[in-house]
């Protein structure tokens, strides 16, 4: 049967070259080539991936010698049947995302991120577009060659959340109803045999988590989210699956969705998706996500109780439980929240109690307004689900008598931020009024103690993404305080341009080439690429390149005699964060000049990076994106989790380019590679698509 399939394959190759041949010709308008083309056996009613013939096109480019020979060769190669109509083709529309971002807790400032189309690494979900309504059967030939595949069991060792995601969603009318229940039915056994886990990998998986954390590395001016984007770009297989999971539900596959969203529970070691895991629960086997959680709960180990207290929140917010049952997961959170016994879960069940929106929260959560004993890591979560989810606005005094410091103050100074940040965020008054006192002043008092931590660059971060009018009022106020060349009038500049204040563009313009401020330039590029000014993309260009600098042999021998500690390892790790970002950016500027950039990416060192940039170009609107989109089917991406990243990538690269830009010859090119690849489930979406 292989041989079969590797027979069938090969002569289709072979036709769909000169078809390709054929199309491309009359895209770059050369007749001389289309006719070469069709001498050598290309089919004259060859179609583009959009479903317009090569006839229909030489007609658009009013190429009237080769209509002509067209014509005349489909006279000639009619058959006796009646055509197969074409497939229908989804139109192009919002692209579905890889990876969804692992948020992280940051200290420092950080680029506020424009709305995108992710992440990778750093990436928001969008919707997938909606096939057409009526499934169309594929024609003749290429439907006998997809089953040929099917036949050889060719998606049955390669799980691919990609690819089911597909044929769910715009690919369920490329195949026939039954052609799309076999390919489902060999993908869910995958899965169920990749979710069958060894304890070596139950730790490999653990690990990932630390490995995406400790990526994350600070520099002089600015922390990123760079270790967010590493770890969402450790965790963005595991995020695929868990989304088409979902599609299987809706597929008719919810005991085998259930299956995985129960190992995810247990083996899934990224918080922000063991939660996606309980919805998934939730909703196929709600019982079932009580009776393991309710149990957990009871676990020896203070991080298993903690888990199972913020997942308990989830489930309590997802509707699918009984009266009863709902009833005692809130008085299991609000068991926790409070007892000497329990002080070590509080945090934990004060964050179930906040997602579960259940309003018998709020008097649990109140016990935590005030009082001696009362850690401030408890109280603050507290506050904050009072004011912002159950709109309790009596914390609002408690909050602006927080925000009060002084030499007899005994508020922490972290107190003081935390309250202002949540009064900014209610668009309470006191909330800004202390900004403006904090940022106005530039230099420390005689009364202020030496160790008091400098907030202002926290401070502009939060006027910058919870101000709003207010916000930039306040950061006009304080740009004349700081001195031309001050890095910190620079940052308010920079966040009064993404407020959409250009007084100060040329003062942040000029501040892109400054070798200190490495991230607040990639903040600065798309600051001012918002405005259309996209002169910060040369910088990017310089960070790209940016290394360690080396170190000869000798020096290295009197570092180590000295004790010092080689710090290019870190750096290079923070420099792989920067290119990260960058890449990030490239994507959410979306410009002409940002695919090459993104592509030199392709061949970075880190392969982090390199799976970012393939994933930003996917983000890119624009056909200056496909070359690159070329090379990422050529590019390695690593391992995670024991497994390659190949698969799911170049399926995304595929699908997203078929999806984009369905009539460049660039893109039926792109797709013929997926055939070529080592990976059956790519090779399976790219014959689907080739049809």
Same mark, same amino acid.
């Given at each position: 049967?292989?041989?079969?399939v590797g027979l069938l394959a090969l002569e289709a190759q072979a036709g769909?070259?000169?078809?390709?041949?054929?199309?491309?010709?009359?895209?770059?308008?050369?007749?001389?080539?289309?006719?070469?083309?069709?001498?050598?056996?290309?089919?004259?009613?060859?179609?583009?991936?959009?479903?317009e013939t090569a006839l229909g096109l030489a007609e658009k480019k009013g190429?009237?010698?080769?209509?002509?020979?067209?014509?005349?060769?489909?006279?000639?190669?009619?058959?006796?049947?009646?055509?197969?109509?074409?497939?229908?083709?989804?139109?192009?529309?919002?692209?579905?995302?890889?990876?969804?971002?692992?948020?992280?807790?940051?200290?420092?400032?950080?680029?506020?991120?424009?709305?995108?189309?992710?992440?990778? *690494?750093?990436?928001?979900?969008?919707?997938?577009? =909606?096939?057409?309504?009526?499934?169309?059967?594929?024609?003749?030939?290429?439907?006998?060659?997809?089953?040929?595949?099917?036949?050889?069991?060719?998606?049955?060792?390669?799980?691919?959340?990609?690819?089911? $995601?597909?044929?769910?969603?715009?690919?369920?009318?490329?195949?026939?109803?039954?052609?799309?229940?076999?390919?489902?039915? =060999?993908?869910?056994?995958?899965?169920?045999?990749?979710?069958?886990?060894?304890?070596?990998?139950?730790?490999?998986?653990?690990?990932?988590?630390?490995?995406?954390?400790?990526?994350?590395?600070?520099?002089?001016?600015?922390?990123?989210?760079?270790?967010?984007?590493?770890?969402?770009?450790?965790?963005?297989?595991?995020?695929?699956?868990?989304?088409?999971?979902?599609?299987?539900?809706?597929?008719?596959?919810?005991?085998?969705?259930?299956?995985?969203?129960?190992?995810?529970?247990?083996?899934?070691?990224?918080?922000?998706?063991?939660?996606?895991?309980?919805?998934?629960?939730?909703?196929?086997?709600?019982?079932?996500?009580?009776?393991?959680?309710?149990?957990?709960?009871?676990?020896?180990?203070?991080?298993?109780?903690?888990?199972?207290?913020?997942?308990?929140?989830?489930?309590?917010?997802?509707?699918? &439980?009984?009266?009863?049952?709902?009833?005692?997961?809130?008085?299991?959170?609000?068991?926790?929240?409070?007892?000497?016994?329990?002080?070590?879960?509080?945090?934990?069940?004060?964050?179930?109690?906040?997602?579960?929106?259940?309003?018998?929260?709020?008097?649990?959560?109140?016990?935590?307004?005030?009082?001696?004993?009362?850690?401030?890591?408890?109280?603050?979560?507290?506050?904050?689900?009072?004011?912002?989810?159950?709109?309790?606005?009596?914390?609002?005094?408690?909050?602006?008598?927080?925000?009060?410091?002084?030499?007899?103050?005994?508020?922490?100074?972290?107190?003081?931020?935390?309250? *202002?940040?949540?009064?900014?965020?209610?668009?309470?008054?006191?909330?800004? =009024?202390?900004?403006?006192?904090?940022?106005?002043?530039?230099?420390?008092?005689?009364?202020?103690?030496?160790?008091?931590? $400098?907030?202002?660059?926290?401070?502009?971060?939060?006027?910058?993404?919870?101000?709003?009018?207010?916000?930039?009022?306040?950061?006009?106020?304080?740009?004349?305080?700081?001195?031309?060349?001050?890095?910190?009038?620079?940052?308010?500049?920079?966040?009064?341009?993404?407020?959409?204040?250009?007084?100060?563009?040329?003062?942040?313009?000029?501040?892109?080439?400054?070798?200190?401020?490495?991230?607040?330039?990639?903040?600065?590029?798309?600051?001012?690429?918002?405005?259309?000014?996209?002169?910060?993309?040369?910088?990017?260009?310089?960070?790209?390149?940016?290394?360690?600098?080396?170190?000869?042999?000798?020096?290295?021998?009197?570092?180590?005699?000295?004790?010092?500690?080689?710090?290019?390892?870190?750096?290079?790790?923070?420099?792989?964060?920067?290119?990260?970002?960058?890449?990030n950016g490239l994507a959410r500027i979306n410009r002409p000049e940002c695919?090459?950039?993104?592509?030199?990416?392709?061949?970075?060192?880190?392969?982090?990076?390199?799976?970012?940039?393939? &994933?930003?170009?996917?983000?890119?609107?624009?056909?200056?994106?496909?070359?690159?989109?070329?090379?990422?089917?050529?590019?390695?991406?690593?391992?995670?989790?024991?497994?390659?990243?190949?698969?799911?990538?170049?399926?995304?690269?595929?699908?997203?380019?078929?999806?984009?830009?369905?009539?460049?010859?660039?893109?039926?090119?792109?797709?013929? =590679?997926?055939?070529?690849?080592?990976?059956?489930?790519?090779?399976?979406?790219?014959?689907?698509?080739?049809?």
């Amino acid at each position: 049967m292989s041989i079969l399939v590797g027979l069938l394959a090969l002569e289709a190759q072979a036709g769909r070259s000169e078809d390709n041949a054929l199309l491309s010709a009359i895209m770059r308008s050369d007749e001389a080539a289309a006719a070469k083309a069709l001498k050598n056996g290309a089919n004259p009613q060859a179609r583009m991936l959009s479903g317009e013939t090569a006839l229909g096109l030489a007609e658009k480019k009013g190429l009237s010698k080769t209509v002509e020979l067209l014509k005349t060769k489909s006279v000639q190669t009619a058959p006796a049947q009646p055509q197969t109509p074409p497939p229908v083709v989804a139109a192009p529309a919002k692209e579905p995302a890889v990876a969804p971002a692992a948020p992280i807790e940051e200290v420092k400032p950080e680029p506020v991120q424009a709305e995108e189309p992710p992440a990778p *690494a750093a990436a928001e979900k969008v919707e997938a577009p =909606q096939a057409a309504p009526t499934p169309q059967e594929p024609p003749r030939e290429a439907n006998a060659n997809i089953q040929a595949m099917l036949d050889s069991k060719i998606l049955l060792g390669d799980y691919n959340g990609i690819v089911v $995601d597909f044929l769910v969603k715009e690919g369920k009318n490329k195949l026939s109803p039954d052609q799309r229940q076999q390919a489902l039915d =060999q993908l869910v056994a995958a899965l169920k045999e990749k979710t069958q886990v060894s304890k070596d990998e139950q730790l490999t998986m653990a690990l990932g988590t630390l490995v995406g954390i400790g990526m994350g590395a600070a520099n002089d001016d600015v922390v990123s989210d760079a270790g967010s984007s590493v770890e969402s770009s450790y965790a963005s297989e595991w995020a695929t699956w868990v989304d088409a999971a979902f599609n299987l539900i809706h597929a008719g596959y919810a005991e085998e969705a259930a299956n995985f969203f129960q190992f995810g529970l247990q083996h899934i070691p990224y918080p922000e998706l063991k939660a996606e895991c309980v919805k998934g629960l939730a909703q196929a086997r709600p019982n079932e996500a009580y009776n393991f959680l309710m149990a957990a709960t009871a676990k020896p180990t203070e991080e298993e109780v903690n888990t199972a207290l913020r997942l308990l929140g989830y489930l309590a917010a997802s509707g699918t &439980l009984s009266k009863e049952k709902q009833d005692a997961v809130i008085g299991k959170l609000i068991e926790f929240s409070q007892g000497m016994l329990h002080t070590i879960y509080f945090r934990a069940a004060i964050y179930g109690l906040d997602v579960s929106g259940d309003p018998r929260a709020v008097e649990a959560l109140s016990r935590f307004k005030k009082g001696l004993g009362i850690a401030s890591e408890d109280r603050r979560p507290a506050l904050r689900s009072l004011l912002l989810t159950y709109h309790d606005n009596s914390v609002v005094g408690i909050l602006e008598g927080m925000t009060k410091g002084g030499f007899v103050s005994l508020n922490n100074p972290y107190d003081q931020l935390f309250a *202002a940040r949540l009064l900014i965020e209610a668009g309470n008054d006191t909330g800004f =009024q202390w900004a403006q006192t904090k940022l106005e002043k530039t230099a420390k008092g005689f009364f202020d103690s030496k160790d008091e931590p $400098d907030f202002r660059p926290d401070i502009v971060r939060i006027l910058v993404e919870h101000g709003g009018e207010k916000g930039l009022k306040v950061l006009k106020a304080a740009f004349p305080k700081y001195k031309n060349g001050d890095w910190l009038q620079t940052w308010i500049a920079t966040g009064m341009l993404e407020l959409g204040d250009k007084t100060e563009i040329q003062l942040v313009r000029a501040s892109l080439n400054n070798p200190s401020w490495d991230y607040t330039a990639v903040r600065i590029a798309e600051a001012l690429a918002k405005h259309g000014d996209y002169s910060g993309i040369p910088a990017l260009q310089d960070l790209i390149e940016k290394r360690p600098p080396k170190k000869s042999a000798g020096m290295q021998v009197l570092s180590a005699l000295a004790g010092e500690k080689d710090k290019t390892p870190d750096e290079n790790r923070r420099l792989a964060d920067l290119r990260i970002q960058i890449a990030n950016g490239l994507a959410r500027i979306n410009r002409p000049e940002c695919a090459p950039l993104l592509a030199k990416l392709l061949g970075d060192e880190n392969y982090y990076v390199r799976s970012t940039a393939a &994933l930003a170009l996917t983000e890119l609107t624009r056909p200056d994106a496909l070359s690159g989109l070329s090379r990422a089917m050529k590019t390695d991406f690593g391992l995670v989790n024991q497994r390659s990243r190949n698969p799911e990538i170049w399926a995304h690269v595929v699908r997203l380019a078929a999806m984009r830009f369905p009539e460049n010859a660039t893109t039926l090119e792109i797709v013929n =590679q997926g055939a070529q690849e080592p990976s059956p489930s790519v090779q399976f979406l790219s014959a689907v698509l080739q049809q």
